[in-house]
C-alpha cells in the first residue's frame, strides 16, 4: 500500500472513531435520557441530563423561542446552586439541570480520625471549619480528647463553630470534663476566656463545679468579664451572692453600658439584689434609654423593696421609647397592688393605638387587684383586637375580687357579638361561685346554636356552680368529632377537661387519642393541649394550662 493510501486510510480511521465517539455522546446526552435521567458527576458540579414531554402549556417550554433556563439557590441553606437550561424539541423538552452542591462534596471528604478533623477545623476554607466542628459534635462525648484542642483554638474562632461546637459537645455528656473549661476562665486572653464563660452559662446548673472560678473571675479587672461572669453565676447557682455587691459597685461605673449591664445582670438575682435599689432609683432616671429600660427591668424583679421607685416608674409611663414604655409597665405589674397608684396612667395607656403599649398596660393592670377592675372593664369595651382578650384574661385573673364587673358581665352576655359574650363568660368562670347571679343566663347559652359557645358556657357554668358531672359527657361529646371545621371545639373541650382534673377521668381513652394523633389532620397544638390534660387528670398536681382564647 503506498504511503498517501495509508495516510488516506487512518483518516478515514479516525473519522469512524470520532463517529462512534460522536454517536455515544449522542445516545448518552439526547437518546439515553428519554428512557433514564443521565447523571454526571465531577467535583462540586452534578449535571443530570433528562428529555421528556412537554405535558403543560405553561411553565417549562411555554416560551415561544424553545428555550428556557431557571437559577436558583439550594433553599436548604447549604450554600448549593441550581441551572436548569431546557430545549424544546418539538413535544419534546431536553433538558440538562447543572447542581453545584459544595456541601455534599465537602462531606464526601471529610475525616474520619481527631487529627485530620483538627485539620480540617485550622482550614481557611470556612466551609471545611464547619463541617468539622459539626462532626466533633456529632460524635459528642467520644471527642473529648478533642476538647483541649477545640479550646486551644477559641481565640481565633472568627465564626463562632468553635464556640457553639464546645457546649453541645459539653450538653450532650461531655460534663466529666468539665474541670478543661474551669481552668479556661483564667485563661489571660479575655476573648477565650469570656467565650467560656458564655459556654458555661449554657450549660446552667451543670457548670457548678466552675462556680469557684467564676467567683475568680469578678475579681479580674475587666468591666465585661465581670458582667459576663455574674450573669453565668445567676444562670448556675442564684444561691451564689457574690456577683451582687460587684454588680452594685459596676453601677458607678463611667461607662453607660456597664451601668445598664449590671442593671440587668441584678434583675436576673430579684429580691437578692435588694440593696442595689437606691442606685437603680438614680438610673431609672438617667437620659440614657438602655440604662432606664434595664433599671426598670431589674426594680420589678426585685419586687417589694422596689416600692419607693413607682413614682419614677409611673413618670417613665410617659416616656416615648418603646423599650422603656414596655419594661416600666412590666416592673409596675410586677410590684402590683403595691404599684396602685399607678392606675390612672395605666387606664389611659390601656386603650391605645399601639397595640403593644395597649397589651402592656392591661397586663399591668390585671396584677393590681381590684382597684384595677373599673379600668380593666373600660379596656374590655374600648380597646381593639386582641387587647379586649387580654383584659378579659386579667379580669379573670383578678378572680372573685373582680365583681365590681359583674354588672358589665351580665349585660355582655347578651351581646349580638359571639366574642363578646365569650369574653364575658372568660370573666364571669374566673369570678368563681361570687358570678351565681349570671347562671341563667349562662345555662341558656349552653343550648346556644353555636357549639364553641355553648362550649364556653359549660366551661364557665361548672367554675361557678354546675357541677362537673354535668359539664364532663358536653365535653366528651364535642371529642368525637374529627372534622376540620371541629377543630375549635376540640380545643376548647380538651382544655376544659384538663381544668376539671381527676373528675374527668372517664375522658382520657379521647384524650388519649388526641394526643396520639391517629387523626391525620390533628394539630400539633391541640396534641400538646391534650398532653397537658392528661397529666393534670392522672395527677393531683397543678396545671399551667392555659385557655386557647389566650394564644
Not at 315 to 324: A, M, P, R, S
Not at 421 to 429: D, M, Q, S
Not at 448 to 467: F, G, N, T, V
Amino acid at each position: 500500500m503506498k504511503g498517501s493510501e495509508v495516510i488516506q486510510a487512518k483518516r478515514h480511521g479516525k473519522r469512524f472513531y470520532g463517529s462512534l465517539i460522536l454517536l455515544a455522546i449522542t445516545v448518552t446526552v439526547v437518546i439515553a435520557p428519554a428512557f433514564t435521567p443521565v447523571t454526571i458527576t465531577h467535583g462540586d458540579t452534578t449535571i443530570t441530563i433528562t428529555t421528556g414531554f412537554i405535558a403543560a402549556k405553561n411553565g417549562i417550554g411555554a416560551d415561544p423561542s424553545g428555550f428556557f433556563s431557571h437559577a436558583w439557590s439550594d433553599p436548604t441553606g447549604e450554600h448549593g446552586y441550581t441551572t436548569i437550561y431546557g430545549l424544546k424539541l418539538g413535544k419534546w423538552m431536553y433538558r440538562i439541570d447543572d447542581h453545584e452542591d459544595p456541601v455534599t462534596t465537602a462531606r464526601r471528604k471529610l475525616p474520619t480520625t481527631s487529627r485530620g478533623l483538627i485539620h480540617w477545623l485550622d482550614s481557611d476554607n470556612f466551609l471545611f471549619s464547619r463541617l468539622a466542628a459539626e462532626e466533633m459534635v456529632r460524635r459528642g462525648a467520644s471527642a473529648h480528647e478533642i476538647l483541649p484542642v477545640l479550646l486551644t483554638r477559641l481565640e481565633t474562632d472568627d465564626n463562632g463553630y468553635i464556640q457553639d461546637a464546645l457546649e453541645k459537645i459539653y450538653k450532650k455528656g461531655a460534663a466529666h470534663s468539665i474541670y478543661l473549661l474551669t481552668n479556661a476562665v483564667a485563661h489571660s486572653n479575655a476573648v477565650v476566656c469570656a467565650k467560656v464563660i458564655e459556654i458555661l452559662q449554657e450549660l446552667g446548673p451543670d457548670a457548678r463545679p466552675a462556680v469557684p472560678a467564676l467567683i475568680e473571675a469578678l475579681n479580674r479587672n475587666s468591666p465585661a468579664l465581670q458582667l459576663r461572669s455574674a450573669y453565668a453565676l445567676s444562670k448556675i447557682n442564684l444561691q451564689v451572692q457574690a456577683p451582687i455587691p460587684v454588680m452594685v459597685n459596676l453601677l458607678t461605673n463611667q461607662s453607660i453600658q456597664v451601668r445598664a449591664g449590671a442593671a440587668c445582670v441584678l434583675g436576673e438575682f430579684g429580691p437578692k439584689a435588694a440593696t442595689a435599689v437606691p442606685l437603680l432609683l438614680l438610673a431609672v432616671q438617667n437620659p440614657d434609654v438602655s440604662l432606664r429600660s434595664m433599671s426598670a427591668r431589674a426594680l420589678g424583679l426585685i419586687g417589694p423593696a422596689a416600692v419607693p421607685a413607682t413614682p419614677f416608674l409611673i413618670q417613665n409611663l410617659d416616656d416615648k421609647n418603646g423599650e422603656v414604655l414596655m419594661w416600666t409597665a412590666k416592673a409596675l405589674g410586677q410590684l402590683g397592688r403595691d404599684a396602685k397608684a399607678a392606675i390612672p396612667r395605666l387606664s389611659q395607656m390601656a386603650e391605645s393605638d399601639n397595640d403593644e403599649i395597649g397589651r402592656w398596660s392591661i397586663e399591668a393592670l390585671g396584677e393590681m387587684g381590684p382597684e384595677a377592675v373599673p379600668a380593666l372593664v373600660q379596656a374590655l369595651k374600648n380597646s381593639k383586637g386582641y387587647n379586649q382578650q387580654f383584659a378579659a384574661n386579667a379580669l379573670a385573673k383578678i378572680g372573685p375580687e373582680a365583681t365590681n364587673a359583674l354588672p358589665a358581665m351580665l349585660e355582655a352576655l347578651d351581646d349580638e357579638k359571639t366574642g363578646v359574650v365569650t369574653r364575658a363568660l372568660k370573666v364571669l368562670g374566673g369570678m368563681g361561685p361570687a358570678a351565681k347571679i349570671a347562671m341563667p343566663k349562662i345555662l341558656e347559652l349552653m343550648r346556644d346554636e353555636d357549639e364553641s359557645l355553648r362550649l364556653r358556657a359549660a366551661q364557665a357554668a361548672w367554675k361557678i356552680d354546675l357541677p362537673k358531672a354535668q359539664v364532663i359527657p358536653i365535653m366528651m361529646a364535642a371529642l368525637k368529632d374529627h372534622s376540620d371545621t371541629h377543630l375549635g371545639a376540640r380545643s376548647i373541650a380538651v382544655k376544659a377537661l384538663g381544668e376539671i382534673g381527676p373528675e374527668a377521668s372517664a375522658a382520657l381513652p379521647l384524650l388519649e387519642q388526641e394526643y396520639i394523633g391517629n387523626d391525620p389532620r390533628s394539630h400539633s397544638s391541640l396534641q400538646d393541649d391534650a398532653k397537658a390534660a392528661i397529666d393534670r387528670i392522672t395527677s393531683a398536681s397543678p396545671s399551667n394550662q392555659s385557655d386557647p382564647l389566650d394564644r
